[in-house]
């Protein structure tokens, strides 16, 4: 969170039990998102910020999958999105 991660609401089956935590951190145009399943089942994604938020949608500029720490260092590292203006 320190890095600028904000927690969405818990998914939860539909028992009610935990199912993921999402992680979302909005920088400029992209949305970086990270969904924690288990300790050793993780996965991130760089989406653009459009439409819906997914890690499984189609168009994403970047994803990965692994253990927690493997994908936080990846996110992590992950390099400032460019800024975009409106002149081409």
Known sequence: M?????????VRD???????????RPKGD???????IAEDEVRAARVPRRGEISVE???AFWR???DVYQVLDEVL???EPLVRSGSA
């Open 77 to 79: 590292a992950l390099p």
């Open 2 to 10: 320190a890095r600028g991660f904000q927690l969405m609401p818990p």
């Open 64 to 66: 990965t999958t692994g």
């Open 57 to 59: 949608a189609g168009g």
């Open 30 to 36: 992209v949305i970086d998102v990270v969904e924690l």
């Open 14 to 24: 539909h028992a009610g039990e935990l199912d993921a935590l999402i992680y979302v």
